[in-house]
C-alpha cells in the first residue's frame, strides 16, 4: 500500500536548519512530481514547495523561497527538504505527498503520513 514517512524534524533555534526526509513505498516514486506541506495548530494545512517527477524543475511558496531547498533521490524513493535560517512561524508539521506539479493537486489525499514535527523557538 501506499506510505509515506517523514522524518528529520525537531526543535531549533531561528536560524538554525534542519533537513527533512520523506521515504515513499507502494508507488513508482519517479513517476510522481511531489510536495511538501506544513500545517500548524489551529491552520489549514498549506503547501510548501514542489518538484517534477525527475527533479528538473522546483517551486516554493513565497514565505520559505530562498530558504528552503526541495529535492529527491529516486533511487531511494526519498524526497529531501532542506530547511535553512528557519523562523519561529516555520513551525509546524510538515507532511509530503504526491501532486500533480503543474495544477498544484495532492494526488494521493489518502495517504497522507504522520508528518514531522518542526518547532522553531528561542
Known amino acids: 500500500q501506499v506510505r509515506f514517512v517523514e522524518s528529520g524534524g525537531g526543535l531549533v533555534q531561528p536560524g538554525g536548519s534542519l533537513r527533512l526526509s520523506c521515504a515513499a513505498s507502494g508507488i513508482t516514486f519517479s513517476n510522481y512530481a511531489m510536495s511538501w506541506n506544513c500545517q500548524a495548530p489551529g491552520k489549514e494545512r498549506e503547501w510548501v514547495a514542489a518538484?517534477?517527477?525527475?527533479?528538473?524543475?522546483?517551486k516554493y511558496a513565497d514565505s520559505v523561497k530562498g530558504r528552503f531547498t526541495i529535492s529527491r533521490d529516486n533511487a531511494k524513493n526519498t524526497l529531501y527538504l532542506q530547511m535553512n535560517s528557519l523562523k519561529p512561524e516555520d513551525t509546524a508539521v510538515y507532511y509530503c505527498n504526491a501532486v500533480d506539479y503543474g495544477l498544484g493537486h495532492t494526488l494521493l489525499y489518502d495517504h497522507w503520513g504522520q508528518g514531522t514535527q518542526v518547532t522553531v523557538s528561542s
Open positions: 518538484i517534477t517527477s525527475a527533479g528538473g524543475r522546483s
